[in-house]
């Protein structure tokens, strides 16, 4: 018998889509990107997307704030928006809470997320909430809108295009480990502590890159560049190759990654949780998309490698080498 550890997420959403793909009615887009896209009026389209947070798989209660942890949830929520180059407007809390949690507790939760709302002009319009036997579970359904013409999406790569990050990649996983180990707080642990626990969804930016249609495909990464870069491939029938040493790391993660002997790229290529936008740029317009960017944001969009025509395959490559990770794993390039 073949078990879910098997086929794996990819594999058990490739089910469920094949499943409830066909029929859909027309201007639908279902299962398989960062939101669902439903037909709206003659100009807009209705996003909707959804993500859970489970007390010990996502979230350590005694490790994360519960201002941080109310926060996050609707962040994480937000990131999808920004990865279609939507607009937030309404939210929806279900919880699953233990009889014991505390009501001062629930009320610096809604304090955090209250905040990130107001901020993002988002509303909370309902919810459920139920008991839950000793696990906290937290689960956010938000709708917001988009241009129809403007919309990106994972599955519009094409082979040439400039793969961008819009920030640097690894902070928050780097942010994890310290929690993990218990490493002692200091000013560095603290900042990477901070990026995993309040990650700032891209809304303005990926408002902005979706008004340029030299941007191809677009996502946030939240499980990290090599599994999110393999669902632009899959989508998008393609390859891609990657530069590890072109990935914007952190001086801080830099400097953290040495002290405690940490793989700085296998942190930026499989961290997860960033919550910034990886996106594809055609070829021809990428030096005057990078220029604006930078003047716009302040800040550098960074190249990271190409789309290739080789379907499913996705090469790292340090000093202008291949690397296979699945022959040699990352020790191969440890730290340089
Ligand atoms: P993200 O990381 O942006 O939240 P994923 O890559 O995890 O998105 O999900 C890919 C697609 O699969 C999304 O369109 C999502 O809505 C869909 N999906 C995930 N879980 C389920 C499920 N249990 N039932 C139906 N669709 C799902
Ligand atoms: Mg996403």
Redesign the pocket.
Not at 34 to 51: M, Q, R, S, Y
Not at 115 to 139: E, P, Q, R, V, W
Not at 295 to 322: A, M, Q, R
């Given at each position: 018998m073949t078990s879910l550890s098997t086929i794996g997420?990819f594999g058990?959403?490739n089910r469920?889509?094949k499943n409830?793909i066909k029929g859909l009615p027309p201007g639908i887009t279902?299962?398989?990107?960062?939101?669902?896209i439903i037909p709206f009026n003659d100009k807009e389209v209705l996003l909707v997307?959804?993500?859970m947070l489970i007390e010990d798989q996502h979230f350590l209660k005694k490790k994360i704030s519960p201002y941080e942890l109310g926060y996050k949830s609707l962040a994480v929520n937000l990131s999808?928006i920004a990865?279609m180059g939507g607009t937030p407007e309404h939210a929806f809390l279900s919880l699953g809470i233990p009889v014991t949690t505390e009501i001062k507790w629930l009320d610096e939760f809604f304090r955090g997320l209250k905040y990130l709302a107001n901020k993002s002009n988002t509303f909370l319009l309902g919810g459920d909430i139920s008991k839950s036997a000793d696990k906290l579970i937290i689960n956010i359904a938000v709708t917001g809108r988009a241009d129809k013409s403007k919309i990106k999406k994972r599955n519009t790569a094409k082979p040439g295009d400039i793969i961008c990050v819009t920030d640097f990649v690894g902070d928050s996983g780097g942010g994890l480990k310290a929690l993990l180990n218990d490493l002692p707080v200091n000013q560095d642990i603290k900042y990477l502590i901070g990026r995993h626990h309040l990650p700032v969804p891209c809304l303005d930016i990926g408002k902005w890159l979706s008004e340029l249609p030299g941007v191809h495909a677009m996502?946030?990464l939240?499980?990290g560049i090599e599994s999110d870069m393999h669902?632009i491939m899959e989508s998008s029938d393609t390859g891609a190759e990657i530069d590890l040493d072109k990935i914007p790391v952190s001086e801080t993660l830099k400097k953290v990654s040495e002290k405690y002997n940490w793989n700085k790229y296998e942190i930026a290529v499989n961290g997860g949780e960033d919550y910034c936008l990886m996106l594809t740029v055609e070829n021809r317009q990428f030096e005057y998309i990078k220029n604006n960017f930078s003047t716009h944001f302040s800040k550098p969009l960074y190249p990271i490698g190409k789309i290739t025509d080789h379907k499913g395959d996705l090469t790292f490559k340090l000093n202008k080498k291949s690397i296979d990770f699945s022959k040699h794993g990352f020790d191969h390039f440890k730290d340089n």
């Amino acid at each position: 018998m073949t078990s879910l550890s098997t086929i794996g997420e990819f594999g058990l959403i490739n089910r469920i889509r094949k499943n409830f793909i066909k029929g859909l009615p027309p201007g639908i887009t279902g299962i398989g990107d960062d939101c669902a896209i439903i037909p709206f009026n003659d100009k807009e389209v209705l996003l909707v997307t959804t993500d859970m947070l489970i007390e010990d798989q996502h979230f350590l209660k005694k490790k994360i704030s519960p201002y941080e942890l109310g926060y996050k949830s609707l962040a994480v929520n937000l990131s999808d928006i920004a990865a279609m180059g939507g607009t937030p407007e309404h939210a929806f809390l279900s919880l699953g809470i233990p009889v014991t949690t505390e009501i001062k507790w629930l009320d610096e939760f809604f304090r955090g997320l209250k905040y990130l709302a107001n901020k993002s002009n988002t509303f909370l319009l309902g919810g459920d909430i139920s008991k839950s036997a000793d696990k906290l579970i937290i689960n956010i359904a938000v709708t917001g809108r988009a241009d129809k013409s403007k919309i990106k999406k994972r599955n519009t790569a094409k082979p040439g295009d400039i793969i961008c990050v819009t920030d640097f990649v690894g902070d928050s996983g780097g942010g994890l480990k310290a929690l993990l180990n218990d490493l002692p707080v200091n000013q560095d642990i603290k900042y990477l502590i901070g990026r995993h626990h309040l990650p700032v969804p891209c809304l303005d930016i990926g408002k902005w890159l979706s008004e340029l249609p030299g941007v191809h495909a677009m996502i946030d990464l939240s499980d990290g560049i090599e599994s999110d870069m393999h669902r632009i491939m899959e989508s998008s029938d393609t390859g891609a190759e990657i530069d590890l040493d072109k990935i914007p790391v952190s001086e801080t993660l830099k400097k953290v990654s040495e002290k405690y002997n940490w793989n700085k790229y296998e942190i930026a290529v499989n961290g997860g949780e960033d919550y910034c936008l990886m996106l594809t740029v055609e070829n021809r317009q990428f030096e005057y998309i990078k220029n604006n960017f930078s003047t716009h944001f302040s800040k550098p969009l960074y190249p990271i490698g190409k789309i290739t025509d080789h379907k499913g395959d996705l090469t790292f490559k340090l000093n202008k080498k291949s690397i296979d990770f699945s022959k040699h794993g990352f020790d191969h390039f440890k730290d340089n």
